[in-house]
């Protein structure tokens, strides 16, 4: 747990990986912050509050800052990952929001993983390794919804696990063979979602 749980105060400015906020007593902080966080951020003169991690090191301390307590904890697990900083980690949450962090986790998505700066497949497949049945568990059990791809069909915009396969980066004939594998039966979208990508290696062909 940070030593410092969260801060609030007046967003002073912006750099591109910062935000400089004024708390009680005209102390202005500055605190790193993920991009997806950051373009969420008041302007200036705005009134914010970030949940923070307070990274120390011998010679430095370093504070980071979070608009969710999903995008916080994920970062700490993140960390957590053998050979893992901070930086690869606030470059895997500029990249991914939370909940497509977790998504891409729990599909083993290496690809989307390795959009991150400084993160390559190999530390992208340690990451899935080392924190995929954290991720389940604290989704219970649970995929979260995604939205449409641009190039879905009629068809897909009418079935989620669908709409999920195709933002995953799997074909429409890929996805739909998955999913015709066994009728629906009132399974939920994350379960058909699961069983899809057990089928198909949990990893989608690159594009050509």
Excluded: C
């Excluded at 002073?12 to 997806?36: F, K, Q, S």
């Excluded at 991690?53 to 999903?70: I, K, M, N, P």
């Amino acid at each position: 747990m940070s030593l410092i749980e969260a801060i609030e105060g007046t967003v002073e400015g912006t750099t591109a990986d910062a935000a400089l906020v004024r708390i009680g007593g005209g102390l202005v902080l500055r605190v790193l912050v993920p991009a997806h966080d950051l373009a969420a951020l008041p302007q200036t003169g705005g009134q914010v509050r970030l949940l923070t991690h307070l990274a120390v090191r011998e010679d430095d301390l370093q504070l980071y800052g979070f608009v969710t307590e999903a995008g916080r904890k994920l970062f700490a697990s993140l960390i957590g990952v053998s050979q893992v900083g901070p930086k690869a980690a606030m470059a895997v949450l500029s990249v991914l929001s939370p909940e497509e962090l977790a998504g891409a986790i729990v599909a083993g998505d290496t690809v989307a993983l390795s959009r991150a700066q400084g993160v390559g497949k190999r530390t992208a497949e340690r990451i899935i390794l080392e924190l995929k049945a954290g991720v389940e568990e604290g989704m219970g059990g649970r995929i979260p919804a995604a939205a449409p791809s641009a190039g879905a069909s009629g068809a897909a915009a009418g079935d989620p696990a669908l709409q999920w396969l195709l933002g995953l980066g799997f074909s429409a004939a890929e996805a739909r063979q998955a999913l015709a594998v066994e009728p629906d039966d009132g399974l939920e979208t994350d379960e058909r979602v699961r069983r899809a990508l057990r089928r198909m290696g949990s990893a989608p062909n690159p594009a050509p």
